[in-house]
């Protein structure tokens, strides 16, 4: 059963499902289960639906209940507006979308009915009974994309819509490339989709993603003073566990002594400090409704100070303080860096699962998206290349995940949906600078009926959020443009 789940590390996966898993494709600690009580908003029941296990194979007719919210308060039934669809992803759904969100206020102007449709294997969305490598087979974006393509026929029958109503879709991160990928699938069901920072080209060994996080530190500081630092301070770790490891062990409040550390501990120990800087950047600034308060100040530009701030204080001592911070900021009482107690967690079966598990054989089958340190920007030391994801799949999943596997995988899906070719109309691409994953995205315009909106200074799923004062005017401007396309799209028939 679902484990109650402490509230702040729910709202840290608020709106942009699933973030944490979806950066690191492991799991860290915490149980993050269906919401029970919430203090503030009134929020929609869930409801459930019966749906097929297995859309590939017409004589299996095994089903199971799939999680959906509805908010039909913006509705009239009587003279029906468009349909939006909260696409789900790699992490429960949260019922706060029903209510707050950009989504929500399109939904306000269109007269729109809203539902999300939780993604099978995560949150309560249960296809199998447990979550064994066998049992996962049924677990993939095509299954999800049939899921929902199923699910809109039913409602369209349950609601007795008539031919009229246009159904959009909507979704953030995984999510955002599900949301074109339902449109190009099945564009007789789809009339529109809005794509949030969505990596639509699996890309096995996602070197980018850290050159894209060094970069947003320079774009956001406009300097290199904070880079430079960043590099000095590893340069000093590296050295220092060769001499004094202790004195890296007390600063970075390790659980383990380095004495007693495997080459894959420490990779995972580089893969771990580097990571805090990939959250950093990833989610800077955004308006999460609920993000902690206390942390909402651990921006780029305050790290940033932090790291080059004047003073005697030594570069690494400076980085081990925001890692403090950030194991703070996530309960844990010291850095667990061991390989064994990661890929253990990983081995879970349970259904309690809070989606790493799930995210991880996805990545393995079909996405990669490893973010490995084998960029040009090698600032972070290059501890954690390629071959340690791969054994991280092989660990959990079973010797056959191997590279050539992946990379099989990897390629079979950018067959499956054209990777930066794809071919769509009436689906806008929206991504940020300072998020990472726009590397692997549409970010230009190549055609006016798929349009891209690139923001200049913002992180993942920025436009996603509700809109607050400190929004840069970008930000505001991007969306307002997209219900300008809501608009126009809807208005075709
Ligand atoms: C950390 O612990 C505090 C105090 O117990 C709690 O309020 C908070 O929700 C926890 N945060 C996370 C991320 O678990
Ligand atoms: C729909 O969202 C609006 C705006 O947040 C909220 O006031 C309303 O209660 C919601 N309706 C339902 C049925 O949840
Ligand atoms: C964030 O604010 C707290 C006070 O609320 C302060 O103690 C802390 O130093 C600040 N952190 C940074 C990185 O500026
Ligand atoms: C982190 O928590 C520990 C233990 O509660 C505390 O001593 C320390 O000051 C905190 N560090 C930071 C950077 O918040
Ligand atoms: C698997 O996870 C569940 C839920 O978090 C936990 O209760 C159980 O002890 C775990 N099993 C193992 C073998 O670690």
């Given at each position: 059963m679902w484990l109650k789940t402490s509230l702040n590390l729910l709202f840290y996966f608020v709106l942009c499902h699933g973030s944490k898993e979806f950066r690191l494709g492991r799991s860290k600690n915490g149980n993050l289960g269906v919401p029970g009580e919430y203090s503030g908003e009134k929020v929609p029941p869930a409801q459930w639906f019966k749906q097929k296990l297995d859309h590939f194979s017409p004589t299996d007719l095994r089903s199971w209940k799939q999680r959906y919210y509805i908010n039909d308060s913006f509705y009239d039934y009587k003279n029906p507006g468009p349909i939006f669809l909260m696409i789900g992803g790699e992490g429960p759904a949260d019922p706060r979308w029903m209510v707050k969100g950009a989504w929500i206020d399109y939904a306000k102007k269109f007269n729109a009915l809203c539902i999300n449709l939780e993604h099978r294997y995560y949150g309560a969305s249960h296809p199998t009974e447990d979550l064994s490598t066998k049992n996962l087979q049924y677990l993939s974006s095509a299954q999800a994309l049939a899921d929902l393509a199923n699910f809109i026929t039913a409602m369209n029958d349950k609601l007795k819509l008539n031919r009229e109503v246009k159904w959009v879709a909507f979704g953030g991160s995984y999510p955002g490339s599900l949301a074109a990928w339902l449109r190009m699938k099945y564009p007789h069901l789809v009339h529109a989709s809005v794509s949030s920072s969505g990596p639509l080209l699996a890309k096995v060994n996602f070197m980018e993603y850290f050159e894209v996080v060094v970069n947003a530190l320079r774009e956001k500081t406009g300097s290199e003073d904070c880079v430079n630092q960043l590099r000095n301070a590893h340069a000093q770790i590296e050295g220092l566990i060769k001499t004094q490891p202790e004195e890296i062990e007390n600063e970075f409040r390790t659980c383990m002594p380095f004495s007693k550390a495997t080459e894959n501990d420490m990779k995972n120990f580089f893969n771990s400090i580097a990571d805090d800087f990939a959250d950093l950047v990833q989610y800077n600034e955004d308006n999460r409704i609920s993000a902690d308060t206390k942390y909402r100040n651990i921006t780029i530009n305050s790290v940033c100070k932090l790291l080059t701030e004047p003073g005697d204080e030594a570069p690494y001592k400076r980085l081990a303080a925001f890692n403090s911070i950030m194991l703070n900021k996530s309960n844990q009482t010291c850095l667990d860096y061991s390989y064994n107690n990661m890929i253990n967690d990983l081995r879970n079966t349970s259904l309690s699962s809070e989606g790493g598990r799930q995210w991880m054989y996805q990545t393995c089958?079909?996405?990669?998206?490893y973010q490995t340190s084998s960029g040009e920007v090698n600032i972070f030391g290059?501890?954690?290349?390629?071959d340690f994801f791969v054994q991280q799949c092989q660990d959990v999943f079973g010797k056959k995940f191997n590279k050539e596997f992946i990379e099989n995988a990897a390629e079979w899906s950018n067959s499956y949906y054209g990777g930066l070719d794809i071919a769509v109309d009436r689906v806008v691409f929206v991504h940020g600078s300072v998020d990472p994953w726009h590397a692997l995205g549409i970010t230009t315009t190549k055609d006016n009926n798929a349009p891209a909106i690139y923001i200049h200074g913002t992180a993942h799923c920025a436009n996603m959020y509700p809109a607050s004062e400190n929004d840069l005017p970008q930000l505001t401007e991007a969306r307002v443009e997209i219900q300008q396309y809501l608009d126009t799209w809807l208005s075709q028939p």
């Open positions: 089958t079909e996405f990669g998206f290059d501890h954690f290349k390629l």
